[in-house]
């Protein structure tokens, strides 16, 4: 085989997968968004943020998905790929010109180095600065809002487990007075706070907003019978927006750079649990890019294997699949968090089964021989008949 019938030939692969790769990654990451669309509406219909930072917000998001759905999408066009030439029979018009199997991962690996990049791109960089500037853009267009969330004489319930009242708010100096607050964020004890006065102000670095109250009283029902009050001259109400619009992940390794987390690492007199969680998130941040190549391996046979299931048996194989991933992922993280495996067996767990899998289904299917997990619905389907027949026409 000439080095231009090679060039064509894996040009030709790399548009097989090109194709369906972008298309999986288009319905992936929609899937993906629409789990957060009520949130992001909310903030428009409710809070009356500008489209504009909505869609800041949702740029900021993508990293966050875009991890997950560059691995998912591969898999998915290598599955349709290659479950379309093998229905096609063009994989058998390669074998009879003499190039087996072997000859045509050349292009499989090199999408799959490309994936990788990209995916380490985006775990190593762009997922914990994407968080930063997320969480830090919804503070600032809440924190916008709430001026105009608080007026005089109205109920606020904008606010989680809060309903406030101001007889009057001056928003030049954010001073409050005539303070009622209805808090049921505790439902076993729920209190109702009345001030004469206080003050508006923010926390940025906690994401929060206070309510500094002065002269007032706290009444709190415990139980059915148990009455409380307590008086005071100031006392500090802190809330929360992240109790509200939690719509990415908050664990602080997460919005940490890599760099951040190898210097947290070997900082002395961590607690161990932290430790443990940094030391994952390490390793997850090097092992999750690396599934693109062990998706490469199993992707390849079980496309050429499944061919005359159509599309819609290659997204039900790559959902099958990748659930399994998964949940071996999630086995190995509770281990390492229990303390059992070190992080690093933990995080590449799922990595060395499924690569061991992938070169047993290669191996299978570079010699010809079925994989017996696709004749298993065909054998329950025929003992299903059998049983069927044998109820119907009972002797």
């Not at 992936?28 to 009356?48: E, P, Q, S």
């Not at 809060?162 to 049921?184: F, K, P």
């Not at 100031?234 to 509200?244: A, E, H, P, T, V």
């Not at 390490?282 to 999750?288: E, G, S, V």
Request: hydrophobic content about 50%.
């Amino acid at each position: 085989m000439t080095d231009a019938m090679k060039k064509t030939l894996y040009l030709y692969i790399l548009k097989e997968i090109t194709v369906p790769f972008l298309l999986g990654f288009a319905v992936f990451t929609f899937v993906l968004l629409m789990g957060r669309f009520m949130n992001l509406a909310d903030l428009v219909i409710a809070k009356g943020v500008p489209v504009a930072d909505v869609a800041r917000l949702l740029l900021y998001m993508l990293p966050s998905f875009s991890f997950i759905t560059i691995p998912m999408s591969f898999l998915l066009a290598l599955l349709l790929a290659f479950g379309r030439l093998s229905a096609d029979n063009e994989i058998t018009a390669l074998k009879s010109g003499g190039i087996s199997l072997y000859g045509i991962l050349s292009p499989v690996f090199f999408f799959a180095f490309c994936a990788y990049i990209a995916t380490s791109a985006i775990t190593i960089y762009a997922l914990p600065r994407g968080n930063t500037a997320f969480k830090t853009l919804l503070y600032n267009a809440i924190n916008v809002r709430v001026n105009i969330s608080l007026k005089d004489q109205v109920f606020n319930d904008d606010f989680p487990g809060l309903v406030i009242y101001v007889a009057r708010y001056d928003e030049a100096n954010h001073q409050i007075s005539g303070v009622l607050i209805y808090d049921e964020r505790n439902a076993g004890e729920p209190s109702t706070i009345f001030a004469r006065r206080g003050t508006i102000m923010t926390d940025p670095k906690r994401k929060a907003l206070r309510l500094i109250l002065n002269d007032g009283g706290i009444h709190r029902v415990q139980g059915k019978s148990n009455y409380q009050l307590m008086k005071f001259d100031r006392y500090d109400l802190s809330i929360n927006f992240d109790q509200k619009y939690k719509i990415v992940p908050t664990e602080n390794e997460l919005d940490m750079t890599f760099n951040e987390l190898r210097h947290a690492i070997k900082l002395p007199g961590v607690a161990p649990n932290i430790l443990r969680d940094l030391r994952l998130e390490f390793h997850r941040r090097l092992a999750f890019p690396f599934a693109c190549f062990v998706f490469a391996l199993i992707g390849v046979p079980l496309g050429l294997q499944n061919r005359r299931s159509g599309k819609s048996s290659g997204f039900s194989v790559c959902l099958a699949v990748l659930l399994l991933y998964y949940i071996v992922l999630s086995i190995g993280k509770s281990l390492g968090q229990r303390g059992i495996v070190s992080p690093a067996i933990a995080m590449w767990i799922p990595n060395l089964l499924f690569i061991s899998m992938g070169i047993y289904l290669f191996k299978k299917t570079a010699a010809e021989q079925k994989i017996p997990i696709f004749d298993l619905p065909k054998r329950i389907i025929v003992w299903v008949q059998s049983r069927f027949s044998m109820w119907s026409n009972p002797r």
